[in-house]
């Protein structure tokens, strides 16, 4: 059981002396073990060079003069790691959670449960916006080619709402020569509740030699709760299923054409929620609300090779469900969010070694979110439509000097966005409303190149997020109680400063990066209680300042072991008081957890023959996260928690098995504030970490 205490001396002495032997040494995220052609690990001599898009060009990650974190397809497989989230969280300066089939997703600081993405997130070319509250879908971890971390502002490149910085999820493509099959079958049991189960595969399929081939995946994973409803005497309420499959056609008629089209599916069951209270096995289940999203996504891409420069459009379409139906506050909530994205993208971009490499781009994004809230407990009836319209215009050119080894990096992205909304209370039309938003982004970066294997770079940057529209009841509430709230809330920006280095150390045995950093994000939007209606108006606050280092270190240990470390620091506060509030002068900023580190330790070695042995132990820490925007006694303080893996296997060229043990200390504390229901009887609840689970993972491959 956990009630909010701190951990035991041992394990914070254990933590504390572990996250400064990080801070001093720095830490990383560990590439993919080197692969034979068969694909089975083997023990590598040096790290891999990694090659990276984050500039919208192929680069050597090395050379990128931002905070960026790549993580290989390899090593996700290696991890068998079931979502994406799982292992963003192990990146420095990120913090993110399962809310039930999407993400609640924090870089450096940038937190909010208000407005559109506060960071960016992608699913190939897609840039995905929740438009009115943040949203980042969950996606699993199966044929991914590399997941791609930008820390910082990505204004000028990524636009709208990349101001803490920008995820990017990157399918395989389809390969045209080459036969490919795959199948993941696994098993487990976790502690107080049932047996899971999930089935992998992936198909790649030669149409024509060199021109043509179409790649096919898609998962089933059931996973059985472990909370008990006390009220009901309902076993394990809090089952998940999850269903995805995707599909990807290349066509390349001309070397120097290619074409592209891609459909995603992803949908996933939760009907008794993820809430449980502080003894994490049993609940009263004053919040329980089930979760059934759902999305599909519909991608084109082209591409032509003009030698110096390429030309490459991509346009996407995404659907967006997610109906929410259950206990809260004591009454019933049915409500539905739904959200259509449809972007293009068209940009020119240099190739070569030349000095000046550039990216110049036009972007358009049209969204529509549809909303529905029914809440007879306080009499809401509620339908309304929001239509978000984004156009941008932006480029970035980095100039190599020939008479010292600096490179010097100008971006800028001018952009305009239009919403218009309309509202209808118990079926009563309001008057329609709307805000338009301007917003220029650049940013600034100096990098020195010592050698090939060491960088140093210094930058300034933009990021913006368009504001969004009052709602009519709370605007209506908060005239008669004589609290103003305004129409449309103003656009918010955020002014990132920041110092860094990477380099490959000990003949490439070695990668470093560091960081420190300093952001000033205005004009935030925060919710204000209106009387003791139970409603809640927006209103902009001054802001939140934030400070922060972060450091990773790859390494390794003679033939057979590597060491990744991760470590990260971001205070990030509140800028001022904002009266009626639970926000004070100082306070942390919503939902993000100050400290975070983490450290894993991969075995590979050759057992004989083809036959490679495999094992990979790791450790997670995060401190609490809390929740001022409503204070207590609405919100506590989740909890410092600490979580361990532990898995091994074996694997030759056609098949592979693992066994594993996932939250290997059993870890039950809170990772997300808890919410103080004000229900005679209720319990505080909040989202936590699936109990120890133990299972075998079986890999058969063509």
């Known amino acids: 059981m956990n009630d909010g205490t701190r951990k035991p001396a041992m394990r914070i002495g254990f933590l504390s002396g572990f996250i400064a032997l990080v801070a001093g040494n720095g830490t990383a995220l560990a590439q993919d073990a080197a692969r034979t052609a068969g694909g089975q690990a083997v023990a590598p001599t040096t790290l891999e060079e990694v090659v990276v898009t984050a500039r919208k060009r192929s680069e050597r990650q090395i050379d990128v003069p931002i905070a960026l974190t790549s993580i290989s397809g390899d090593a996700l497989d290696q991890r068998g790691v079931s979502s994406v989230g799982a292992a963003l969280s192990e990146v420095p300066g990120v913090n993110i959670y399962d809310r039930g089939g999407s993400y609640k ?52 490149l990524f636009g709208e709402g990349s101001m803490g910085g920008t995820v990017r999820i990157l399918t395989r493509d389809p390969e045209f020569n080459d036969w490919d099959a795959k199948l993941s079958l696994s098993g487990s049991s976790t502690s107080d509740g049932g047996t899971n189960r999930g089935a992998k595969a992936m198909v790649n399929i030669p149409l024509v030699d060199d021109r043509l081939a179409l790649r096919l995946a898609g998962t089933k994973e059931k996973f059985p709760g472990w909370i008990d409803n006390v009220v009901t005497g309902a076993q394990n309420v809090n089952l998940f299923e999850y269903t995805s499959y995707r599909a990807k056609l290349r066509f390349q008629p001309t ?22 209270a502080d003894d994490r096995g049993d609940a009263d289940q004053g919040v329980s609300l089930a979760a059934a999203i759902e999305y599909s996504l519909v991608g ?35 409500a539905t969010i739904g959200i259509d994205v449809r972007s293009n ?56 000097l020939s008479s010292a080894p600096i490179d010097l990096t100008l971006g800028l992205r001018s952009v305009r966005e239009d919403l218009k909304g309309q509202e209808a209370n118990s079926g009563v039309p309001t008057p329609p409303a709307g805000g338009k938003y301007n ?49 449309a809330l103003s656009d918010d920006s955020i002014w990132t400063y920041e110092l860094g280095t990477k380099a490959s150390l000990a003949d490439n045995r070695a990668t470093f ?41 790859t390494t390794l240990l003679g033939e057979a072991w590597r060491l990744n470390l991760n470590a ?16 004070k002068d100082g306070s942390p900023v919503d939902d993000h957890a100050k400290t ?81 229901q004000q229900v005679p009887g209720a319990l505080p609840t909040a989202t936590r970490f699936r109990p120890r689970t133990i299972g075998l993972q079986v890999d058969l491959k063509l």
């Open 255 to 276: 070397d120097a054409l290619s074409v592209g089209a891609s459909y995603w599916h992803y949908k996933v069951d939760g009907p008794g929620g993820t809430s449980t």
């Open 105 to 156: 997703l924090s870089i450096r600081g940038i937190s909010t449960s208000l407005g559109s993405n506060e960071n960016g997130y992608y699913l190939d070319d897609l840039p995905f916006t929740g438009v009115t509250v943040p949203l980042n879908p969950d996606v699993r971890a199966w044929d991914i080619d590399r997941i791609e971390v930008l820390r910082g502002s990505q204004g000028t």
């Open 513 to 553: 990066e560091a960081a420190i950093y300093q952001s000033d994000w205005k004009d935030v939007t925060v919710r204000i209680p209106l009387g003791a209606t139970g409603f809640n108006g927006l209103i902009n606050s001054k802001g939140i300042d934030v400070q922060g280092l972060e450091a990773s270190l």
């Open 300 to 334: 084109l891409t082209a591409a032509y090779d003009f030698g110096p420069v390429e030309l490459a459009y991509s346009f996407a379409d995404n659907s967006f469900e997610l109906p929410q139906r259950g206990a809260l506050f004591g009454g019933t909530l049915e």
């Open 345 to 400: 993208e068209l940009r020119l971009a240099s190739q070569g070694d030349g000095p000046l490499q550039w990216t110049l781009g036009a972007y358009k994004r049209e969204a529509i979110r549809r909303d529905a809230f029914v809440f007879a407990l306080f009499g809401l009836n509620n339908t309304s439509r929001t239509d978000a319209t984004s156009e941008a215009l932006f480029g970035e050119a980095t100039w190599s």
């Open 568 to 583: 990260s620091y971001s205070d990030a506060v509140f800028a001022g008081t904002v009266p009626g509030t639970g926000i």
């Open 439 to 487: 917003s220029t982004n650049p940013r600034f970066i100096v990098a020195w190149r010592p050698n090939e294997a060491w960088r140093v770079y210094a930058s300034a940057a933009k990021g913006y997020r368009s504001g969004q529209l009052q709602p009519s009841v709370s605007k209506g509430i908060g005239g008669a109680l004589g609290i103003p709230l305004p129409d």
């Open 596 to 676: 975070t580190a983490s450290m894993s330790l991969d075995y590979t070695t050759t057992v004989f023959g083809d036959l490679t042995g495999t094992g990979r132990f790791g450790v997670q820490y995060a401190s609490e996260r809390d929740f001022p925007s409503f204070g207590p006694p609405q919100y506590l303080p989740g909890d410092t928690t600490t979580t361990m893996e532990l898995r091994f296997g074996l694997e030759s060229r056609h098949w592979g098995v693992q066994l594993f043990v996932d939250n290997l200390t059993d870890e039950d504390g809170a990772i997300s504030p808890r919410a103080a």
